[in-house]
């Protein structure tokens, strides 16, 4: 593995920066892998999980380290939305958001670059019920990966949108916390993906450096007095990083405010942000700082004008056959019956006006004369009516249904049943008389064979 010459003699007085060190553990091929448990699906008495040899990732609650990389690929519990496999230093957004802000207290955060939804669903999993995750992605492609992501986690206070950055002027003072993940120069991945070694360049950096400011100034004016900004890169660029404070400070009324950590974990300050150098820490390159807004908007009071249909009596009744309708309102647009979170019904119904919106709460199914035909969403979330019933399958079956492939099961119970390994739904399934119709999603069936 050659590393950019340049990068190396760039990152000479980077603090913590070791050369020797440094190259060594990009030479060892060394690799870490790490996943991040949902609180939203926690193990149900799992005998065969990757996730069984557990060593806690030291900066949050959630995230473990595995020994080996297992196939997440041919692993049901993956695709059950159980765990997400996510970089370990990355996970230390953990202590940013539980050291300056009240997690107890309802919020509205927005995940402004977001995509695979690494950050989000650890976001989501940090914050209450009450509330509000916006989740955005401004490439289309990206945005519906993301979607993807939000709902196999199996959450409802999320609303997914695609939009630029400038486009949350429209929402000005709204949110008490802004996570900005920027899109950077890659360079703190090089071990994990050396072939981003050779599409990396000192030109590039100063472009993302130029593209980082752009983006926290558009975002500005969304986030409330007082609120809280994250940032964050996958860059050891000082460019990208601590040049990036030092622009914040000068040219936006903020406060840099410093988080704690174990002084032995090997997690390095630096400029007012926080280094992860993967031959100090077990993780990838990483880096993050905090920051409160001290000026501008303090809450913003808003008016919905057009709030979505909601469902007459007759279609509620055919809808409350399928999921748990306590604290949530079922919205419709054209056929399709979205839930939403009761506590956040405004929220959402702003969101939608302003934003585009991609996706939001739970995506329940479609209205087809007096029948609702359920949606995969539905089946991932932890709302499906207990009326519902459930067949277990063992793993080779699991993988079967997830390549969408036939299946031939002996069950007594006939109609649209829930497919689930060690307890959690993978899917639906309509099992008729003689034979049995697999819904899950073509787009998302395992292309490979074991
Ligand atoms: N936060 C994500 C996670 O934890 O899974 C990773 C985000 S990645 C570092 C940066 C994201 O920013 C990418 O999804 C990229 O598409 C998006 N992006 C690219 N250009 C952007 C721009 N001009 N404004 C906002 N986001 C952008």
Same mark, same amino acid.
């Given at each position: ?87 370990? /230093? ?7 958001? =539980?050291?300056? %802000?009240?997690? /107890? ?6 995940? @402004? ?12 999993? &940090? ?21 993807? #992501? ?11 949108? #695609? ?71 996958? /860059?050891? /660029? ?15 009324? %903020? ?12 997690? %390095? ?23 409160? =807004? ?19 009596? =007759? ?16 919205? =419709? ?30 995506? %329940? ?14 089946? &991932? ?40 390994? #060690? ?5 639906? @399934? ?7 119709? #697999? ?12």
């Amino acid at each position: 593995m050659q590393l950019p010459a340049i990068l190396l003699d760039a990152l000479q007085n980077a603090r913590g920066f070791d050369k020797n060190a440094f190259e060594r553990i990009h030479a060892s091929g060394e690799q870490v892998t790490s996943v991040r448990l949902n609180p939203l699906k926690p193990p149900k008495g799992i005998t065969d999980h990757p996730i069984h040899q557990l060593t806690r990732i030291p900066w949050t609650a959630y995230g473990f380290y595995l020994e080996e990389r297992p196939s997440f690929t041919f692993d049901p519990l993956f695709h059950a939305g159980t765990y997400y496999v996510q970089e370990a /230093s990355s996970m230390f957004l953990e202590q940013a958001l =539980k050291q300056t %802000v009240d997690l /107890s207290k309802p919020l509205k955060v927005l995940d @402004l670059c977001a995509a695979p939804g690494g950050k989000s669903t650890h976001i989501q999993s &940090m914050i209450s019920k009450e509330s509000l995750l916006v989740s955005n992605e401004v490439i289309r492609s990206r945005a519906n990966v993301l979607k993807d #992501n939000i709902i196999k986690w199996g959450c409802e206070n999320v609303v997914v949108t #695609n939009n630029d950055p400038r486009d949350f002027a429209k929402t000005e003072g709204y949110f008490d916390v802004i996570v900005v993940d920027a899109p950077c120069s890659g360079s703190g991945l090089f071990r994990r993906d050396p072939d981003a070694i050779a599409e990396w360049s000192e030109n590039n950096v100063q472009l993302c450096s130029q593209r980082q400011q752009r983006i926290l100034a558009d975002v500005w004016p969304a986030l409330k007095k007082n609120g809280m900004l994250i940032y964050s890169t996958c /860059s050891y /660029s000082k460019e990208e990083d601590e040049d990036i404070i030092q622009w914040l400070l000068q040219e936006l009324p %903020v406060a840099l405010c410093p988080l704690s950590f174990e002084p032995s974990g090997g997690i %390095v300050a630096s400029g007012g942000g926080y280094r992860f150098w993967p031959d100090k820490v077990m993780g990838e390159g990483f880096f993050i700082a905090c920051f409160q =807004k001290k000026e501008g908007e303090e809450e913003l009071s808003f008016k919905i004008r057009n709030r979505p249909e909601q469902l007459n009596k =007759k279609e509620m009744e055919i809808v409350e056959k399928w999921i748990k309708k306590e604290g949530k309102v079922f919205i =419709k647009h054209l056929n399709t019956v979205y839930a939403w979170p009761e506590l956040l019904e405004n929220e959402f119904s702003f969101l939608l006006e302003k934003l585009r919106v991609v996706y939001s709460g739970i995506l %329940v199914g479609e209205l087809m004369r007096d029948k609702l035909v359920p949606e995969h969403a539905l089946a &991932m979330s932890n709302s499906v009516a207990d009326s519902i019933e459930n067949i277990e399958l063992t793993k080779q079956e699991s993988i079967k249904y997830l390549q969408r492939k036939d299946l031939q099961l002996h069950t007594a119970t006939k109609g649209w049943q829930l497919a689930s390994y #060690n307890g959690h739904p993978l899917g639906w @399934l309509n099992v008729l008389t003689n034979r049995v119709n #697999n819904y899950y999603p073509k787009e998302l069936r395992i292309l490979k064979d074991i």
